[in-house]
Structure formats: structure tokens, C-alpha cells
């Protein structure tokens, strides 16, 4: 698909984006590189994250990475010194790292819920605040974009660390772009819906008839691309976007509002069948 933004559209910008080495943090982080960002990656796991910063290079892209653990305060003061010591002034962060597994919620144990909600909520406030208090002090602006999910809004059974997590990092960016609005700083949320990546689907959808499953709950009948993810957060990030603060997007095809309505298994249905059923309905007396 040819490119949709000018291609210097985030020149100045330096995003930061945690879990930026694998999935769609990476698809993020090339995007956004590829569009004029200076961008920091940051995740646990060195390997994937020098590789994903070689590739941003051999494209022409500014880019650079440092190990860091998001539920340490102390790795992610240490991550973003690092990040502005090599790359200038952070402008930019995508709250993006996230953990989750599937687990009946009675047999959690505390240390199961601890690395769930520390590595989402916490790591997300940890960096979030990093950023926050840099920008106030410095009289600059800035932007926050938190990855989360659409069942931060509904709950949803057997990830109730990450529902819980998710549903507070939306409460942050609600309350922080209130508060932080006065300095000129943003904060939004995206809510993507199944989007398939590699760490998340052999963590959460190991098994194909669990995909095609899946498939058939978005009314737009597929999965969403990387691409379609990524416009959206070039968007939020930008200057396009200068005026929206505190929303949450659901990027997820219709999935959620699909599954709500007290008539929508009609969708799943034949349509030939369903429109010969609605004019045997509008004949009854
Ligand atoms: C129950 C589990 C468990 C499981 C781990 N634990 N896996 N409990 N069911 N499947 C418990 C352990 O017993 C331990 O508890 C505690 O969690 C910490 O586990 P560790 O393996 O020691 O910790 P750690 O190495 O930090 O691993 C954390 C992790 C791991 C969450 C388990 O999977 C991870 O780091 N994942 C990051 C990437 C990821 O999950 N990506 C998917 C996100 S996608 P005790 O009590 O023994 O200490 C996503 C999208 C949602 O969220 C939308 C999808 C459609």
C-alpha cells in the first residue's frame, strides 16, 4: 500500500516504545522510524530488540535500543537517560509492552496476578510518570499512547489480571489527560481487537479452530494488519491529531460492539436466510 503521510510527518519527534523489539510494538516502532521519528525501543530480551533496531537502520531509520524491565521504576529511569543520552529529548511514548495469560481467575497465585498487572498498570504508570514529569519541568509537550484492549471495557473471563490492568491504564490516560492538559501534554488509548502476532497467539490462541472462532466474532470477518494498527498510532502520535486527548479507540473491526447486541447472532447467519426470516416475521399478526 503506498504511504499515506508525508514522509517527514514526525520529523523532531522521539517516541519511545516500550515492547518495541517483536509484534506489533516492532511494526509500530518501523512506521514510525520510517516516517521521520527518532525512535527507542525498550523490552527485556536483547536479541530481538538489536535485531529489530539493525532493520530500522538498514532502512535509512534513527533508531535505538536498551534493555529494561517495566515493573522496575529503577530500569526505567535507567532506560530513558539512556534513550535521550543517545537520541535527544523523548517527545514520544507508546506504552505498548504488555503480558498475559490465560488462567481460571480462582487459581491465581499472587505472584501469577503480580506479574500480569505490574508489567501492564504499573510499567505503563512508571513510564507514563518518567515522561510526565520530564515534559512539566522542562515546559514542553508531549504524547502518551497506551496500547490496551477492547475487554478493558467489558471484562472478559479468564484474563482478569489483564482486564483489571488494562482497565486502569485507560482510568490514567483519562485522568492524566485532564490533569496534563494544561501543559500541553496528550494521552489516548488504542483498544486493537485480534491481531495476530506471534507472542500473543501461541500465549492466548495456540489452536487454529480457536482463530477461526475468533474470525467469526468480527463483522468485518478478518483479523486486523499490522498496517491498519499502525496508521491509527502515526495518526494519535502526530500533529494531526493535536486536538484529541483522554479517547480510547477500538481498533477491532466492530468485534465488540458486534457481540453485545441482544440480535446480532443474526450476523453469524446466512443473510439469504435471515432477510426470508425477517419477511416471514413482517407478515405475522
Ligand atoms: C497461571 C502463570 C502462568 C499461567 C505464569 N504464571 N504463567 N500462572 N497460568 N499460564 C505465574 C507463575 O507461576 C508465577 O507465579 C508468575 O506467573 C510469574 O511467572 P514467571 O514465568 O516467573 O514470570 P515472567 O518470566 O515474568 O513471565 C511473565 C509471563 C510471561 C506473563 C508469564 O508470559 C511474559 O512475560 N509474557 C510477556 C509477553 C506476553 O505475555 N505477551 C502477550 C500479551 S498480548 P508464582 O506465584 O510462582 O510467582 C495481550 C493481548 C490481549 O495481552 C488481547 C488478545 C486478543
Known amino acids: 500500500m503506498a504511504e499515506l503521510f508525508h514522509s517527514d510527518i514526525l520529523q523532531d519527534h522521539h517516541i519511545v516504545v516500550t515492547g518495541g523489539g517483536t509484534g506489533l510494538g516492532k511494526a509500530m516502532a518501523e512506521r514510525l522510524a520510517s516516517l521521520g ?16 533496531v539493525e532493520g530500522i537502520r538498514s532502512e535509512g531509520g534513527v533508531a535505538g535500543w536498551e534493555t529494561m524491565n517495566v515493573r522496575e521504576p529503577d530500569s526505567v529511569a535507567a532506560f530513558f537517560e539512556a534513550a535521550e543520552e543517545r537520541n535527544g529529548p523523548v517527545t514520544g511514548l507508546i506504552n505498548n509492552a504488555a503480558a498475559n495469560f490465560l488462567a481460571p481467575s480462582h487459581t491465581l497465585s499472587p505472584g501469577g496476578f503480580d506479574a500480569i498487572v505490574k508489567t501492564n498498570l504499573y510499567g505503563s504508570f512508571y513510564c507514563t510518570q518518567w515522561c510526565g514529569q520530564h515534559w512539566i519541568g522542562r515546559e514542553t509537550p508531549g504524547v502518551v499512547l497506551s ?13 482478569l489480571p489483564s482486564a483489571v490492568s488494562k482497565a486502569g491504564i485507560v482510568a490514567m490516560t483519562k485522568s492524566l489527560a485532564a490533569e496534563w492538559g494544561t501543559y500541553g ?10 491481531f495476530p502476532t506471534k507472542g500473543a497467539w501461541e500465549r492466548l490462541v495456540p489452536d487454529p479452530q480457536m482463530a477461526e472462532h475468533m474470525k467469526k466474532r468480527v463483522p468485518l470477518g478478518r483479523f ?4 491498519e494498527l499502525t496508521n491509527l498510532v502515526v495518526f494519535l502520535m502526530s500533529g494531526l491529531a493535536s486536538y484529541l486527548s483522554g479517547e480510547v479507540i477500538a481498533l ?28 416471514m416475521m413482517r407478515g405475522a399478526k
Do not use: H, W
Not at 147 to 159: E, K, L, N, P, W
Open 37 to 52: 521519528a527518532k525512535v527507542t525501543i525498550g523490552g527485556r530480551r536483547e536479541e530481538p530488540l538489536q535485531e529489530t
Open 224 to 227: 486486523g494488519e499490522p498496517e
Open 147 to 159: 496500547i490496551v484492549t477492547t475487554y478493558a471495557d467489558t471484562g472478559s473471563a479468564f484474563v
Open 185 to 194: 501534554i496528550r494521552l489516548n488509548a488504542i483498544a486493537p481487537g485480534p
Open 252 to 279: 477491532d473491526g466492530g468485534e465488540v460492539l458486534a457481540s453485545g447486541g441482544q440480535f446480532n447472532d443474526f450476523i453469524k447467519q446466512d443473510r439469504e436466510g435471515v432477510l426470508a426470516l425477517f419477511e
